[in-house]
């Protein structure tokens, strides 16, 4: 056997990297990267310079001029929130459809589809016609029992039990992938020996499905902290206050103060 001359190596591999996946691979992150880095670099510019000098004052305007541990308080509390109730209605759902013989299973599927298709204003929105205090057909069928303003979905746990019904079906979708890739044998020698559901789910199945949940969880937190619709529509009316809501404030003043929005943000 011959060594590959130095020319046929840089040739071999001239024509590996000119092969239409790398490629195509190549423009992609080349795209997502301009995409992601520059509207950054401007947030970056914008925050740290105020066309004079490289500053910190917007930092401190923005912090002194509100509540600021309120606000962070507000946010972890409502993505907090917002994330265990998606979660607990997701993860049971697609247990009940994966995992048992819940009649109307396709129906299910399909109907925990639905929310994905609505965008998040509409949702709101929504629910603000339902369970609003002044004008929510709820309160309107509730009043003769209970009173005027039973329901308040102004507030944070209104946001919260909004946004963690509109975050659910993502939830479904994860859970319903790490529930079908299981193998259902130990879940079945786990119920021939003896143990209840409730035991097989709680030291089998969760085990099983801990690395979808650790992923839904964490989607679920960043979805939660960087939702706008919700905390606007129902939480500004109320006081309540999250970043997302007070960098969309900063901006509608005039003029908009851009360096507090990139503080904020």
């Known amino acids: 056997t011959t060594r590959p001359s130095r020319l046929s190596i840089r040739r071999w591999d001239y024509r590996a990297l000119v092969r239409p996946q790398v490629l195509i691979i190549v423009s992609a992150l080349l795209l997502i990267g301009y995409l992601a880095v520059v509207p950054l670099g401007y947030l970056l510019w914008g925050t740290f310079y105020d066309g004079t000098s490289v500053t910190l004052r917007f930092f401190r305007e923005a912090y002194q001029a509100y509540d600021l541990l309120g606000m962070v308080g507000n946010s972890v509390l409502f993505a907090f929130g917002s994330t265990v109730l998606s979660i607990t209605i997701g993860t049971m759902l697609a247990y009940l459809v994966v995992r048992t013989d819940v009649p109307f299973k396709g129906l299910m599927f399909a109907a925990s589809l639905v929310p994905l298709i609505i965008p998040g204003i509409l949702h709101t929105i929504a629910w603000i016609f339902l369970a609003s205090p002044r004008v ?47 193998d259902p044998s130990l879940e079945e020698s786990a119920l021939m020996s003896g143990a209840r559901l409730p035991t097989v789910f709680r030291r089998i199945t969760l085990p099983l499905a801990r690395p979808a949940l650790f992923a839904s969880i964490l989607i679920m937190a960043v979805r939660g902290l960087e939702s706008f ?11 309540v206050w999250v970043f997302t809501s007070r960098i969309w404030r900063v901006l509608s003043q005039y003029p908009p103060s851009f360096g507090q929005a990139g503080a904020y943000a």
């Open 136 to 182: 929510g057909v709820l309160n309107t069928l509730l009043e003769p029992l209970f009173g005027p303003g039973t329901l308040n979905i102004f507030g944070m746990w209104g946001m919260i039990f909004v946004e963690g019904l509109h975050l659910s079906p993502l939830v479904f979708l994860l859970m319903v992938a790490a529930f079908r890739s299981m």
């Open 229 to 239: 619709e919700v905390p606007a529509l129902l939480g500004i009316p109320s006081g």
